[in-house]
């Protein structure tokens, strides 16, 4: 069974629960404290998850609920359901089926969830690179010069050149963002965007780009390059803090797309991945069929 994540499952500082006050050698009570790892919540959907498998209550081959199912039940959002669903996938445990469900595998080999705790979720740090890069861009249309923005009309042009997904676009990509971010004068700033954009390069983010990325997403996200790139030229800072705005916060909205799950609720009987169901028959050969069943039978009662 699901159990909501909120503030009430969190363990209180006060009201005991930690053991009893001792006395220390000022005469003052102290209580022993233990440290509090601050885990990221789709880690904890992903535990919970994990467990429900682990105990039968997914079995192998089922069809878990709904990622919208999944958000109402344990009051989270659905792109927190989703990286703990990506993470799931990637250690092994469940399959997602574009167009069919999410499914319950058998693990090849028992994953050690801990390792991936460091990991962080893409959804994450698209926000993160949506609050930060806003704020370069702005400041890159005050102090941008010529030769920033021949850097950047650089990186834009070789974009243009290479095909998506690939490795090759990604290092496009990547020097478009710290292009713009280098026009600051400002080192550690350059790391900072260097850094976070190579976080998709992680096993989280490769999986969920996997679904979501095409020659048209990579067009579109062109088009938004060119965008933001246009307001630094033309030193247009609320434009260009926009503009870039528009782009992180879109790119969160294309891998937000639906899976393409049933339309069925998750509640219906679960199926195995191998077992696909049979397509509905078509309206119009229905009808043919009724039609002629129809004229069979006038024929038979004129006899």
Excluded: C
């Amino acid at each position: 069974m699901l159990r909501s994540i909120g503030k009430a499952n969190y363990p209180k500082l006060a009201g005991g629960g930690f053991g009893r006050p001792r006395a220390t050698l000022s005469g003052r009570t102290s209580v022993p404290l233990e440290a509090v790892e601050a885990r990221r919540l789709y880690r904890q959907v992903a535990d919970q998850l994990r467990s429900l498998i682990d105990s039968g209550e997914y079995a192998v081959g089922s069809r878990l609920p709904t990622e919208r199912e999944l958000a109402e039940q344990l009051k989270v959002s659905r792109p927190t359901v989703r990286e703990a669903l990506i993470a799931l996938e990637v250690e092994g445990r469940l399959r997602i089926r574009v167009g069919s469900g999410i499914y319950v595998i058998e693990p090849a080999a028992v994953a050690a969830p801990a390792t991936a705790s460091v990991i962080e979720g893409p959804f994450e740090l698209l926000r993160a690179r949506e609050f930060l890069e806003s704020a370069i861009a702005e400041q890159a249309a005050r102090v941008a010069t010529k030769d920033d923005v021949a850097r950047i009309d650089a990186s834009l042009l070789a974009m243009e050149n290479v095909e998506h997904p690939g490795e090759a676009s990604m290092v496009h990509d990547r020097a478009f963002h710290v292009a713009i971010a280098g026009s600051l004068g400002n080192a550690v700033l350059v790391r900072v965007v260097g850094e976070l954009f190579d976080q998709r390069l992680n096993p989280y983010f490769a999986q969920l780009a996997h679904y979501f990325e095409n020659p048209g997403t990579w067009r579109t996200a062109l088009d938004e390059h060119r965008a933001v790139r246009d307001a630094i030229a033309a030193h247009d800072p609320d434009a260009a803090r926009e503009a870039m705005r528009k782009h992180l916060a879109r790119s969160q909205e294309r891998f937000a797309q639906n899976f393409g799950a049933v339309a069925a609720s998750g509640s219906s009987p679960a199926r195995s991945p191998a077992t696909p169901a049979k397509p509905e028959r078509a309206p119009k050969k229905q009808a043919e069929k009724q039609a002629k069943k129809q004229a069979k039978s006038g024929s038979a009662r004129r006899r």
